[in-house]
């Protein structure tokens, strides 16, 4: 691997936030965090927000999410 290789993985959070917050409205990052008893979920891309009753179900809807837009995800 060559010393100039990026990887999302290995960016500290900060540095990935910042990067999924500049993505310009693509699916760079998605979210699924506790809310009470549901879990909030929504993109980057700021066109998909909804609620989940499970983190597994926020999980699945954000990998239909990211399939359907030809993107990469990250949750």
């Not at 900060?14 to 979920?41: K, T, W």
Request: proline share 4%; glycine share 8%.
């Amino acid at each position: 691997m060559s010393d100039d290789y990026e990887s999302a993985l290995e960016e500290k959070p900060l540095e990935f936030l910042a990067s999924v917050a500049n993505s310009g409205g693509s699916c760079d990052g998605q979210a699924i965090v506790p809310d009470g008893d549901r879990y909030r979920c929504w993109c980057s891309c700021e066109s998909w927000n909804i609620e989940a009753p499970t983190q597994s179900e926020g999980l699945r809807l954000a990998r239909l999410h990211t399939s359907t837009a030809g993107a990469r995800s990250w949750v």
